[in-house]
């Protein structure tokens, strides 16, 4: 079993198992609210499935595209979760979750805030039933998606306002089932933040 988190798209926790699927699911579309309901989300959804913490086999995240402040909160609330337990933590790439049980090339797009969105195109999956994505994940004005998307008119557009944490703990269960690699130990920002440190010196007059 694995407790699944994503805050890519609002916030998003579940328990799921690899033969029982979705045991528990709970989602918040708020954007902004991530760290005010995460905690309450994780403690609702250990409760409702009934499992116990020592029962669960990892923690899966969802690593983006999101925007910076809140993808950051469910990264660390899966690792420090994660290390509190002894559970390993297996990382999966958002806009996979999404596209996970479509049966038809889909391109997902998602808000990514300033007039711009997150997108990935999919092919059909593959024998396995895994998402294939042949483009992306990639940042842009939506006026620009159907010139920036390769073979734009093949893909079905599928908007979401948040990501199922439930769907990516089965597609992480498929993946480790099928011998896949999970998604790489960096965020997919595809953006720099709002904020950054300086790398001058503070003049300082008396």
């Known amino acids: 079993m694995l407790l699944a988190i994503d805050t890519s798209a609002g916030t998003s926790v579940a328990v799921v198992d690899r033969d029982g699927g979705i045991l528990s699911e709970h989602s918040v579309l708020d954007t902004r609210s991530h760290a005010e309901v995460i905690g309450d989300l994780i403690s609702r959804c250990l409760t409702e499935s009934g499992t116990a913490v020592t029962a669960l086999s990892g923690v899966a995240v969802g690593m983006g595209p999101g925007p910076f402040t809140g993808l950051r909160v469910g990264i660390a609330a899966a690792e420090t979760f994660a290390f509190g337990a002894g559970k390993p933590v297996v990382r999966v790439v958002s806009h996979d979750a999404i596209a996970w049980g479509q049966s038809e090339p889909v391109l997902v797009v998602t808000d990514a805030r300033r007039h711009e969105v997150y997108w990935s195109a999919y092919d059909r999956p593959d024998a396995a039933g895994l998402p294939h994505r042949t483009h992306g994940p990639g940042l842009i004005k939506p006026a620009e998606l159907e010139a920036e998307v390769p073979e734009f008119a093949t893909y079905r557009r599928l908007d979401a306002a948040t990501v199922s944490a439930g769907a990516l703990g089965m597609l992480a269960e498929t993946l480790f089932a099928n011998k896949?690699?999970?998604?790489?130990?960096?965020?997919?920002?595809?953006?720099?933040p709002d904020v950054t440190l300086s790398t001058g010196r503070k003049r300082v007059t008396a």
Do not use: V
């Not at 896949?180 to 720099?192: D, I, K, M, T, V």
């Open 180 to 192: 896949r690699e999970f998604a790489g130990s960096q965020p997919l920002y595809l953006r720099s």
